[in-house]
DNA sequence: ATATATCATACTAATTTGCTAGGAATTCTT
DNA sequence: AAGAATTCCTAGCAAATTAGTATGATATAT
């Protein structure tokens, strides 16, 4: 039941990336430095991001990634599901329905869920835009202090 | 984000053993046979449960486990933590505070303690007893239809 | 041209997961 | 007293996953 750095390092990068909404594109090595972890991991990640088509690129000089949507259109769910390739805790609770014969005698399904609907709310209700904005009012507030 | 074998066999037998609470000892070969899983790798679990004080047991033949407590007294969240270790999704935002320089600053930190909230909410509000009772009420159903 | 980027792919070390195996200790039954 | 049934304890191991490194090709601004 852990996250992974997969899915912590993505996120955190995609909320940088909507802190800066509109201010043109940022590097792997920008980001990478930001976080203080290594460019060649997280240009994987964006890579998948990409792929997923929740940034956009430019190659060459002066390139780099922005968001391809609106910072409000863009859930926490949708990113942890192309970094981690789903956000089911187990294969026999999410769409997909796998790995599971006795799904309907299952005494812990209903347990597994309530769970997982609790989870998808977080995910699929928050955007990118609430995080950013959580972040800049919270960078304000230290900043008198 | 995914939740382990240990978690899933360890809350069905504890469910198993709440459905069957007040009717005595069962012995792990019982439980795993139900189960339709390795008898020993469900007798390493229950050990962990025990150490936890989640459940007493009696050695020998005739001998076997049953919950130290009410099924409305033990929550599916301590289950869950003897089992993994913790329930934490990240060190950062559990009980510990571990594994993170700039906790006070990081932009995900929001994200992952609403997130983190919501899944002890459940965790800790839900008894092995409420299982037990959504169990045998379904089961009740599928033997009239 | 050259420096700066993304893009693509392959490899690897460490950790975790999901078991299996073997035997010692205890208690009921006969 | 013997034997069967059971918990208890520990060690080992194969497969999968995680968390990266490494290398080089390709595209683009200056």
Redesign the interface.
Known sequence: ????TR??YG??AM??LA?EYGNGMFSVAALAARQGISEAYLEQLISVLKKAGLVESSRGAQGGYSLSRYPADIS?GEI?KAL?GS????GCVGSKRVNCENAC????R???L??QG??N???NT?TLAD??D??IT??NR?DKA
């Open positions: 039941m852990k996250l992974s899915g912590r996120i955190k909320v940088d802190t926490v942890l981690e956000t089911d805790l187990i005698t299952c005494s812990a209903p347990l597994w309530k769970l609790r989870i709310d977080v995910l928050t995080m950013a959580d972040y919270q960078q230290s």
